[in-house]
């Protein structure tokens, strides 16, 4: 049996018409009932939040900030060279003091790591000063996905498939705390982009409800 989707969850894809972009007056619309909130988005590694964040900075025209990456130039290091020298508890209180750090420069798109979103304190500063968004992608998919790459601290393990398995299982109930969930499947970012776009249209409208905003 197939389960009904949330009515926050919209799945990536081509529109009817076969376009893969939302109309710009969406984008137009989103940014105007933005204000000066961010739009951050959570998820797995390998989710896309980075690819799909910059796409979708670019239609919106707001800035984009990968949290990893700032993360990365403030140390003078990487996230797999921090995690091996000072461990994750140190990693995860840095993170949470650069994300708190970047959502006061909003308007913008924020991306975070997969495991930013776990930290009660983070989501509680997000709520204050953005929308988020979750990126939801199926295992099959993120596994293919994150064994391109051997920039994954908690995947150096003898078993990485067990691993992303068992944090799909422990975060996934608290991503869906999220304002609103996207699906990310093996399409052009510009589908999973233009997909947002509406969702978001559809969020910020007017009388529409923003549960964990203020």
Same mark, same amino acid.
């Given at each position: 049996?197939?389960?009904?989707?949330?009515?926050?969850?919209?799945?990536?894809?081509?529109?009817?018409?076969? &376009?893969?972009?939302?109309?710009?007056?969406?984008?137009?619309?989103?940014?105007?009932?933005?204000?000066?909130?961010?739009?951050?988005?959570?998820?797995?590694?390998? &989710?896309?939040?980075?690819?799909?964040?910059?796409?979708?900075?670019?239609? /919106? $025209?707001?800035?984009?900030?990968?949290?990893?990456? $700032?993360?990365?130039?403030?140390?003078?290091?990487?996230?797999?060279?921090?995690?091996?020298?000072?461990?994750?508890? *140190?990693?995860?209180?840095?993170?949470?003091? !650069?994300?708190?750090? /970047?959502?006061?420069?909003?308007?913008?798109? /924020?991306?975070?790591?997969?495991?930013?979103?776990?930290?009660?304190?983070?989501?509680?500063?997000?709520?204050?000063?953005?929308?988020?968004?979750?990126?939801?992608?199926?295992?099959?998919?993120?596994?293919?996905?994150?064994?391109?790459?051997?920039?994954?601290?908690?995947?150096?393990?003898?078993?990485?498939?067990?691993?992303?398995?068992?944090?799909?299982?422990?975060? *996934?109930?608290? *991503?869906? /705390?999220?304002?609103?969930?996207?699906?990310?499947?093996? &399409?052009?970012?510009?589908?999973? !982009?233009?997909?947002?776009?509406?969702?978001?249209?559809?969020?910020?409208?007017?009388?529409?409800?923003?549960?964990?905003?203020?």
């Amino acid at each position: 049996m197939t389960a009904t989707p949330h009515p926050d969850e919209r799945r990536a894809g081509v529109q009817e018409d076969g &376009a893969a972009s939302a109309p710009a007056s969406q984008a137009a619309a989103v940014r105007a009932n933005l204000g000066s909130r961010s739009i951050v988005l959570v998820g797995m590694m390998g &989710a896309g939040k980075t690819s799909v964040g910059r796409r979708l900075a670019q239609a /919106l $025209e707001l800035p984009f900030f990968d949290a990893d990456a $700032e993360i990365e130039a403030r140390a003078g290091m990487t996230i797999p060279e921090l995690f091996e020298k000072h461990g994750e508890p *140190y990693f995860r209180a840095g993170e949470a003091r !650069v994300i708190a750090s /970047l959502l006061g420069q909003g308007p913008q798109v /924020l991306a975070t790591g997969g495991g930013a979103w776990m930290n009660p304190d983070t989501r509680a500063r997000i709520a204050e000063a953005g929308l988020s968004v979750w990126l939801k992608a199926d295992i099959d998919v993120l596994l293919r996905r994150v064994r391109k790459r051997n920039n994954r601290p908690l995947l150096a393990s003898g078993d990485p498939e067990a691993t992303l398995r068992a944090l799909v299982e422990t975060r *996934y109930p608290v *991503y869906a /705390l999220a304002d609103l969930t996207i699906l990310s499947r093996d &399409a052009p970012h510009d589908h999973v !982009v233009a997909d947002l776009i509406e969702g978001l249209h559809a969020k910020l409208a007017p009388g529409a409800p923003l549960e964990n905003l203020t």
